[in-house]
């Protein structure tokens, strides 16, 4: 699955696992998206959509 919203293209980001002791080891941080269809432009699409688009696009 391409976790990359159809809407904004929010995808995958990295940064640093921290430990107790502050070692800092690399680390990936998946966008929440789900698998809906939603209209864009008038139009009904089916895509994937991080939840934060989804609260503010209309849903079909």
């Known amino acids: 699955m391409s ?5 904004c293209g929010k995808g995958q980001t ?5 430990s ?3 070692r800092r080891t690399r680390r990936t941080f998946k966008a ?3 698998k809906v269809s939603f209209i ?3 139009k009904e ?3 994937y959509v991080c939840t934060r688009c989804l609260k ?3 849903r079909a």
């Open 3 to 7: 976790r990359v919203c159809s809407i």
């Open 14 to 18: 990295s940064g640093n696992n921290v």
């Open 20 to 22: 107790h002791s502050k």
């Open 32 to 34: 929440n998206v789900q």
């Open 40 to 42: 864009q432009n008038g």
């Open 45 to 47: 699409q089916k895509g």
């Open 56 to 58: 503010k696009t209309e």
